[in-house]
């Protein structure tokens, strides 16, 4: 922990494991006999894809798309797509996975990155959904691991100025005067 900043558990790592099982049985159903092609967001959803992945049944191909849009900061800016993805989608069922969902702006570029690329299909799957925060007006992520407040959070892949990604729950990050 560094100087005037406190983490206080939203999410224990319990209850992340419970839900990743509800939600890989959610896309398990919906995929059964298809091919996925995961696209995760560096570098927040690399925890939550790896091992979402490891309880898919599905054959699956693994590839990685960068966006920013916070920077060092704990406000959103513009986006930048700094990774476009390696595998051609066109034609391949996507499952997008995010960390998480807050002003929109970030997965809304994705999304329409990779439909520009004529995918046969493609669905979202958030670990959190911040909609208090909505900039943008969304198509619904048919896969949601938990609807969170407006909040700071980090853990679990998601990070403050690159520090707390592996902590094993998600917390809410606060800063003590």
Known sequence: MYKNECICTLFSASQIEMRLEELAAEINNDYMGKEI????TL???YIFMADLS???TSLVEIDFMKASSYGDSTRPSELKIEKMLSIDPAGKHVLLVED???????LLGLRDTIIEQNAASLRIC?????????????????????TIPDEFVVGYGL???QRYRCLPYIGILSFEN
């Not at 998480?100 to 970030?106: L, Q």
């Not at 007006?137 to 949601?144: D, G, I, R, T």
Request: with cysteine.
């Open 37 to 40: 092609l995961l696209v995760g």
């Open 43 to 45: 570098k927040g959803a």
């Open 159 to 161: 990070d403050y100025a």
């Open 126 to 146: 958030t670990l959190l959904d911040k909609p208090s925060r909505r900039e943008v007006e969304l198509p619904a992520c048919e896969y949601v691991g938990f």
């Open 54 to 56: 490891r309880k898919l």
């Open 100 to 106: 998480i969902v807050d002003t929109g702006r970030t």
